[in-house]
């Protein structure tokens, strides 16, 4: 890039850090992108490039709630245990608002999520770095293909983004100022982000953990207790639901027998098609539909579930047993498929140069860190997360779809230490 235009650049940025203002921008740009995006975008390619629009179902938990009123997959009236209930209830917030107008709400509605997670990095890396890097971490938050992308499909994943950059944003804000509404606050966050993905349950013990050993000795203890206790609270009405449904104790959702057994299954099929998870599925999922088709179809649709998760999970643990070097092998493959497998060949390629990019700029940027001696404990609890969220998934079931929830944080904290030292060594 010319010495000239790489200086105007810098002087526009330096403009926009500088105004109060800086962080409506960001949102804007970022609503601008996701909704160009969804409207205009995604309507031209869904159809060539064979992108289903709601795969996981959640517009029809969302209608069962709506017309129901239960937790069904609509027009079933059987209740589910197979999902969160946080982001079906936002589906329905969405159409509620808008008099049913699907799925354009909904997508809208996301539109709206990605603006202020778009914020929320833009103040995160204004707090930890400087504003400068703030605009830049957070305009390239706004415009990148793989967080702008999960914005047009129904998909759990935008809202996941939003809940775990809310959450360390939760953690500078309550860092920054230790008291204990601003706990409450942040315990509310874990819960919400625990009731839309149960991934993020061992979040609410993790996060106090960390602040721990981040905040003083005269503070700690209200805080992170305060904290913990937020967020049980607000989750266990959900947990009380599922065992007043079911008799067992599950906190948020079953599946985990589920997500095992076709984690095992795509491990094996993964050589196959290293890059393809369209082409691996089929035989993946292939246990699944012969376990599902030996249930008695008379059970309500809850026992079914638990049935099926139970089956699939005996499945896989008498696999470990047999073949005790499968876990290895297993684990070697999801910590590669997480951050490289899409649903083809040229989005895995894309997705694969993306992520790793990003990755191999978080080590540069950590080792910067360390050798500037800048890294702050809030850093280090932080980075903690985002290893946390990587490790659970690598013993279960890991797909590239899943690391999206990290971009944000990983945009972060892969260029925001850089900048700040090209900016400090130039001033």
């Known amino acids: 890039m010319p010495k000239a235009k790489k200086h105007s650049m810098m002087r526009m940025v330096t403009r926009i850090a500088a105004n109060k203002n800086a962080v409506w921008y960001i949102a804007a740009l970022a609503l601008a992108s996701s909704m160009l995006f969804c409207f205009l975008v995604y309507p031209m390619i869904s159809g060539s490039h064979d992108l289903e629009l709601d795969p996981d179902s959640h517009g029809n938990l969302a209608y069962g709630m709506w017309h129901l009123h239960t937790f069904s997959y609509y027009p079933d009236t059987q209740p589910t245990i197979e999902r969160g209930p946080l982001y079906p209830a936002f589906i329905l917030m969405t159409l509620?608002?808008?008099?049913?107008?699907w799925p354009y709400s909904v997508q809208l509605g996301q539109c709206l999520l990605f603006a202020l997670m778009c914020g929320l990095v833009f103040w995160i890396s204004s707090e930890l770095w400087s504003r400068r890097v703030g605009v830049i971490t957070a305009t390239l938050c706004a415009l990148h293909p793989l967080t702008v992308w999960?914005?047009?499909?129904?998909w759990v994943e935008t809202m996941s983004m939003l809940l775990f950059t809310a959450a360390l944003a939760g953690m500078v804000y309550t860092a920054k100022r230790p008291s204990v509404?601003?706990?409450?606050?942040?315990?509310?966050?874990l819960a919400a982000a625990a009731l839309t993905k149960g991934t993020f349950l061992p979040y609410a013990i993790l996060v106090p953990l960390c602040l721990w050993f981040v905040l003083s000795r005269d503070t700690r203890m209200k805080v992170?207790?305060?904290?913990?206790?937020?967020?049980?609270v607000l989750i266990a009405p959900w947990t009380v639901r599922n065992y007043r449904l079911t008799g067992k104790f599950i906190p948020i959702h079953a599946r985990m027998?589920?997500?095992v057994e076709i984690g095992d299954e795509l491990v094996m099929n993964w050589s196959k098609a290293p890059l393809s998870l369209m082409a691996i599925w089929e035989p993946s999922v292939r246990t699944y539909k012969d376990v599902w088709s030996r249930i008695p179809k008379d059970l309500p649709k809850y026992k079914?579930?638990?049935?099926?998760?139970?089956?699939?999970m005996k499945i896989s643990m008498e696999r470990y047993?047999?073949?005790?070097?499968?876990?290895l092998k297993k684990m070697a493959v999801n910590a590669l498929m997480f951050w490289t497998l899409g649903a083809t060949p040229d989005k895995s390629i894309v997705i694969s140069i993306l992520l790793l990019t990003l990755l191999a700029l978080m080590v540069v940027s950590f080792v910067i860190t360390r050798r500037r001696r800048e890294l702050l404990p809030i850093?280090?609890?932080q980075l903690l997360m985002i290893f946390v969220y990587y490790a659970m998934h690598i013993p279960v079931e890991a797909i590239a779809r899943y690391s999206v929830v990290l971009l944000p944080a990983m945009i972060m904290y892969g260029i925001g230490p850089i900048l700040q030292s090209l900016i400090e060594d130039k001033t």
């Open 96 to 101: 509620v608002l808008s008099h049913d107008w």
């Open 150 to 154: 999960y914005t047009s499909r129904i």
């Open 181 to 189: 509404g601003r706990g409450v606050l942040l315990g509310i966050i």
């Open 224 to 232: 992170c207790v305060t904290v913990l206790l937020s967020a049980l």
């Open 257 to 259: 027998g589920f997500n």
């Open 304 to 312: 079914k579930e638990l049935i099926l998760d139970d089956e699939m």
């Open 321 to 327: 047993r047999r073949h005790p070097a499968f876990v």
């Open 379 to 381: 850093m280090s609890a």
